[in-house]
């Protein structure tokens, strides 16, 4: 015999609130850099945080590759922080 359990919904936690006088948040770093062009935080899905960069930068020297996905926020600046300028020129 099988019982069914009734579903649980999971919530998110909600966020811890910021102390005051404290600086911006990584989430508010990600959305203010000048490379970056679209932050896409799917946590709430169980994916990551995607980052599109603006034209002109590249994840990959060695290709365009404007679009990267990382699990934290502290993981996604170190990537943007790591873009490079990219002038459409392939490298060998």
């Known amino acids: 015999m099988v ?3 009734p579903y649980k ?3 998110k936690p909600a966020p811890k609130p910021r102390k005051p006088g404290a600086g911006p948040s990584v989430m508010d770093l990600l959305h203010a850099h000048k490379r970056v062009e679209i932050v896409d935080d799917e946590r709430d899905i169980g994916n990551g ?6 034209a002109g930068w590249t994840f990959d020297p060695l290709m365009d590759n404007r ?4 699990d934290t926020p502290s993981e ?5 922080r790591r873009a490079r300028a990219f002038t459409g020129e392939q490298s060998n």
Do not use: P
């Not at 679009?67 to 990382?70: I, K, W």
């Open 76 to 80: 996604a600046l170190a990537m943007v």
């Open 67 to 70: 679009v990267q996905g990382a």
């Open 49 to 54: 945080i995607i980052i599109t960069l603006k």
């Open 9 to 11: 919904e999971r919530r």
């Open 3 to 5: 019982l069914a359990v």
